[in-house]
C-alpha cells in the first residue's frame, strides 16, 4: 500500500512550506514570497483551500494530475490525499493556501453549515475557475485572514478569522453558481450522456444486476464526483440527482408496466428493485397510484 506523509495540524503544513506557525490551528501561505517548494503527496487531516496563478503541474487530487489554470481554487477536506511527488525537485510557486483545522471551527456557525460547502468534495477538474475580478475578491479575503493572524490572540480572534473564511467560502458558493451557469453548454453535455446512460442502464441487464442506479455510480460512469455531479443536476433541473435518477426510472416503469405478460413483481424485479413493496411505495409516491391502478386506469 502506498505511504503518505500525514498533514495533521497546521504546523506541520507551515514546517514544510518553510513558513512560520502565527496561529496554531489556522495559517495564510503567499507562496509568492517563498523561494521554492517542494512537493509531496500527504494525507491531509486539515481543511485546505488553495489558489494558484500559474500552471505548475504540481498536483494529483481525485486521482488524477492536473496543471492550474490562472486563477484557480483547489479546496481539500480532512481525508483527502493531496499532491504530487516531484522527487524533490524545488519548484517556484505561486498564489496563496489558507489552511486551518477542524478545531478552529468548533463550536461556530460554519462547522454547522461547512458540509454545505459541497466543492470541498469535487475534483479536481470541477475546480474553481476565476475571472480577474473573481480573483481580486479571493484575495482580499486571503489578506484579511493573514492581517487577523498576525494580531495578537485575543477573544475576538476566532470570530473574527472564522468569520473571514465563512465569508470567503461563501464568495466561492457564488462563484462556483456562475461557473455552472457560464459552463451551460457543457453542463447539456452531461445531462444528455446521463440520458443516454439511463437508457442504456434498463436496455441492458445492468439493473438484475447492479439494482437501482445510485447518484454515486452514475457520477462515477460520467467521470464526476458525486457532489459536482448533485449541484450540476440541481442548478440545470432544480430537482436533486436522486429525484432526477427516480423520475427516469418511474418513466421507464410507466411503459413496462404495460406488458400485460409481466407482473408488477416481475416489472420491479426487472427494474432493480428486490422487493416490490419498494417499487408500489415510489410509484405511487411519485405518481399518485399504485402500479396496479395505474396498469387499470390507462
Same mark, same amino acid.
Given at each position: 500500500?502506498?505511504?503518505?506523509?500525514?498533514?495533521?495540524? *497546521?504546523?506541520?503544513?507551515?514546517?514544510?512550506?518553510? *513558513?512560520?506557525?502565527?496561529?496554531?490551528?489556522?495559517?495564510?501561505?503567499?507562496?509568492?514570497?517563498?523561494?521554492?517548494?517542494?512537493?509531496?503527496?500527504?494525507?491531509?487531516?486539515?481543511?485546505?483551500?488553495?489558489?494558484?496563478?500559474?500552471?505548475?503541474?504540481?498536483?494529483?487530487?481525485?486521482?488524477?494530475?492536473?496543471?492550474?489554470?490562472?486563477?484557480?481554487?483547489?479546496?481539500?477536506?480532512?481525508?483527502?490525499?493531496?499532491?504530487?511527488?516531484?522527487?524533490?525537485?524545488?519548484?517556484?510557486?505561486?498564489?496563496?493556501?489558507?489552511?486551518?483545522?477542524?478545531?478552529?471551527?468548533?463550536?461556530?456557525?460554519?462547522?454547522?453549515?461547512? @458540509?454545505?460547502?459541497?466543492?470541498?468534495?469535487?475534483?479536481?477538474?470541477?475546480?474553481?475557475?476565476?475571472?480577474?475580478?473573481?480573483?481580486?475578491?479571493?484575495?482580499?479575503?486571503?489578506?484579511?485572514?493573514?492581517?487577523?493572524?498576525?494580531?495578537?490572540?485575543?477573544?475576538?480572534?476566532?470570530?473574527?478569522?472564522?468569520?473571514?473564511?465563512?465569508?470567503?467560502?461563501?464568495?466561492?458558493?457564488?462563484?462556483?453558481? @456562475?461557473?455552472?451557469? !457560464? @459552463?451551460?453548454?457543457?453542463? &447539456?453535455?452531461?445531462?444528455?450522456?446521463?440520458?443516454?446512460?439511463?437508457?442504456?442502464?434498463?436496455?441492458?441487464?445492468?439493473?438484475?444486476?447492479?439494482?437501482?442506479?445510485?447518484? !454515486?455510480?452514475?457520477?462515477?460512469?460520467?467521470?464526476?464526483?458525486?457532489?459536482?455531479?448533485?449541484?450540476?443536476?440541481?442548478?440545470?433541473?432544480?430537482? !436533486?440527482?436522486?429525484?432526477?435518477?427516480?423520475?427516469?426510472?418511474?418513466?421507464?416503469?410507466?411503459?413496462?408496466?404495460?406488458?400485460?405478460?409481466?407482473?408488477?413483481?416481475?416489472?420491479?424485479?426487472?427494474?432493480?428493485?428486490?422487493?416490490?413493496?419498494?417499487?408500489?411505495?415510489?410509484?405511487?409516491? &411519485?405518481?399518485?397510484?399504485?402500479?396496479?391502478?395505474?396498469?387499470?386506469?390507462?
Amino acid at each position: 500500500m502506498e505511504q503518505f506523509d500525514r498533514i495533521d495540524t *497546521v504546523k506541520r503544513y507551515n514546517d514544510y512550506a518553510g *513558513v512560520d506557525t502565527l496561529h496554531p490551528l489556522v495559517s495564510v501561505v503567499n507562496f509568492s514570497e517563498l523561494p521554492f517548494i517542494r512537493n509531496f503527496r500527504r494525507y491531509m487531516g486539515i481543511y485546505a483551500v488553495f489558489l494558484k496563478d500559474a500552471k505548475c503541474g504540481d498536483i494529483i487530487y481525485g486521482g488524477q494530475p492536473y496543471d492550474y489554470e490562472d486563477g484557480t481554487l483547489v479546496f481539500v477536506s480532512p481525508g483527502q490525499v493531496y499532491g504530487i511527488d516531484n522527487h524533490s525537485v524545488n519548484t517556484n510557486p505561486s498564489g496563496y493556501g489558507l489552511l486551518f483545522h477542524p478545531n478552529l471551527i468548533a463550536g461556530t456557525h460554519l462547522a454547522k453549515t461547512i @458540509r454545505e460547502y459541497s466543492f470541498f468534495s469535487y475534483e479536481v477538474n470541477e475546480a474553481l475557475h476565476l475571472s480577474k475580478k473573481e480573483r481580486k475578491t479571493i484575495v482580499e479575503c486571503f489578506e484579511k485572514i493573514a492581517s487577523e493572524i498576525k494580531q495578537n490572540i485575543d477573544k475576538h480572534s476566532k470570530t473574527l478569522i472564522v468569520s473571514n473564511i465563512e465569508l470567503l467560502l461563501n464568495y466561492c458558493m457564488r462563484f462556483y453558481d @456562475r461557473q455552472f451557469i !457560464t @459552463r451551460s453548454h457543457a453542463n &447539456k453535455d452531461v445531462l444528455a450522456r446521463f440520458e443516454n446512460l439511463m437508457i442504456d442502464y434498463f436496455r441492458s441487464e445492468k439493473a438484475q444486476t447492479l439494482g437501482l442506479p445510485s447518484v !454515486t455510480w452514475c457520477a462515477e460512469q460520467l467521470h464526476l464526483s458525486p457532489n459536482y455531479f448533485g449541484d450540476l443536476i440541481k442548478k440545470e433541473t432544480g430537482t !436533486t440527482a436522486l429525484d432526477y435518477i427516480q423520475s427516469k426510472l418511474i418513466d421507464e416503469a410507466k411503459t413496462r408496466i404495460f406488458d400485460s405478460q409481466k407482473t408488477i413483481n416481475e416489472v420491479a424485479a426487472d427494474l432493480g428493485f428486490k422487493y416490490q413493496q419498494h417499487f408500489t411505495r415510489l410509484f405511487k409516491q &411519485k405518481v399518485g397510484v399504485t402500479p396496479n391502478e395505474y396498469r387499470r386506469l390507462n
